[in-house]
């Protein structure tokens, strides 16, 4: 499968249906074709972490999702999910609505909605700080610096890990006020010493991301590697169903996981192939 992905053998051109791999590797597996047939294939996957395209904003440079339509094509690609997913796996979406004619669109608004009346929990709502978030949009607007990552689950107590992001601490608990003496982690005994959770938020440079990567809208390696922390422990498999270049598939594969990638364009699957077998060269 790695020769046909890197071009060494015409088979790959066979391949595009999405039963045969693309490209594969001890921890990586890249299938070229539409997720929402490739998905209900897949076994023992532990958490989706993705950033599927974002209605149409970006239509003319890779194809986009009408409006109209992007709720029921959430509940689609995430219904074809299902049979993948193992007990308390979690799905986390990478996503924010623009502003059109003055006004914020509302189709993730719908689209939560949606998926939720589809026997989804939505768990939360984690937040993508963007420090350099590039000055687009109405100039008579606050420049946006954020972005949603919604989460779902099938479980209301999703498998998670808050100690996976979080950092060492001699301070853990609460001090101050009067709640001080009765609440501290849900006990009294004082502040302590050990690992924080994280907070619900992640701070990653729009810039931490590779600068000669062929793709309109690159995400950072280390926000996919926040997400998959968050719902995965060293080991597990994750998948992408709207794998572009493959950042999520780096990421996975130094940060301890095995991840599966779908996209539909052949061209980012090259891509992504690519990627991967630079990434195998240098482990």
Not at 26 to 32: G, K, N
Not at 94 to 116: F, L, P, Q
Not at 222 to 227: C, I, P, R, Y
Request: with cysteine.
């Amino acid at each position: 499968a790695q020769g046909c992905a890197l071009g060494l053998d015409p088979c790959r051109r066979s391949g595009g249906d999405g039963v045969i791999p693309y490209y594969s590797d001890d921890a990586v597996t890249i299938y070229h074709g539409d997720c929402r047939e490739v998905l209900p294939n897949l076994r023992g996957v532990s958490g989706v972490v993705t950033s599927p395209p974002y209605a149409e904003q970006r239509a003319a440079l890779y194809g986009g999702i009408p409006e109209g339509e992007y709720d029921q094509f959430s509940v689609a690609w995430m219904s074809a999910a299902l049979p993948s997913l193992l007990p308390g796996a979690s799905v986390l979406i990478n996503i924010r609505e623009h502003v059109k004619n003055g006004e914020m669109s509302d189709y993730v608004h719908r689209t939560r909605m949606a998926i939720r009346s589809a026997g989804w929990i939505e768990c939360d709502e984690l937040i993508w700080v963007k420090p350099d978030g590039p000055p687009l949009g109405n100039p008579n607007r606050l420049r946006r610096s954020w972005e949603r990552i919604l989460w779902f689950s099938r479980d209301r107590q999703p498998t998670s890990y808050p100690l996976a992001n979080g950092r060492e601490s001699g301070r853990l608990g609460f001090q101050g006020g009067r709640a001080s003496e009765a609440w501290v982690n849900g006990m009294s005994d004082g502040l302590k010493s050990g690992r924080s959770r994280s907070a619900d938020y992640c701070v990653v440079s729009v810039g931490d991301r590779p600068s000669s990567i062929e793709h309109p809208a690159v995400y950072p390696e280390k926000l996919a590697a926040w997400m998959f922390r968050t719902i995965t422990a060293d080991g597990e498999t994750i998948v992408d169903p709207f794998m572009g270049s493959g950042s999520t598939l780096v990421a996975a594969k130094y940060g301890g996981r095995k991840a599966i990638g779908i996209e539909l364009s052949e061209r980012y699957c090259e891509i992504a192939a690519r990627r991967m077998a630079q990434e195998v060269l240098s482990l």
